[in-house]
Nanobody, 120 residues
Framework: QVQLVESGGGLVRPGGSLRLSCTAS????????LSWHRQAPGKERELVAG????????TYGESVKGRFTISRDNAKNTGYLQMNSLKPEDTAEYYC?????????????WGQGTQVTVSS
């Protein structure tokens, strides 16, 4: 059974940091592109950051550039999102997604989410 489990969320003050983890089981994460998404109440889910299978290329949403860093450790089947200089507008449920391309299609697996709240 494939599972992605996020951890590391919590309550943090503005300007603080958190490190989210996404640990995969039931699949070889090195075969998947990994991304982090977030969804705040009343808003659409948005892409936060993405990383290619071997970590050579990363992409970031405009609102987190320079503050967040995505990384992965395929040996541990785990991806990470380091979040620095957090702002109240970063408050959301954060989800990781693993995507594998096959022929002309793709397969997505999502984690259950972890809540990040930035508040004083």
């Amino acid at each position: 059974q494939v599972q992605l489990v996020e951890s590391g969320g919590g309550l943090v003050r503005p300007g603080g940091s958190l490190r989210l983890s996404c640990t995969a089981s039931g699949l070889d994460l090195s075969r998947y592109e990994l991304s982090w998404h977030r969804q705040a109440p009343g808003k659409e889910r948005e892409l936060v950051a993405g990383i290619t299978r071997l970590g050579g290329v990363t992409t970031y949403g405009e609102s987190v550039k320079g503050r967040f860093t995505i990384s992965r450790d395929n040996a541990k089947n785990t991806g990470y999102l380091q979040m620095n200089s957090l702002k109240p507008e970063d408050t959301a449920e954060y989800y990781c997604k693993a995507r594998r391309f096959s022929d002309s299609s793709y397969y997505d697996y999502w984690g259950q989410g972890t809540q990040v709240t930035v508040s004083s």
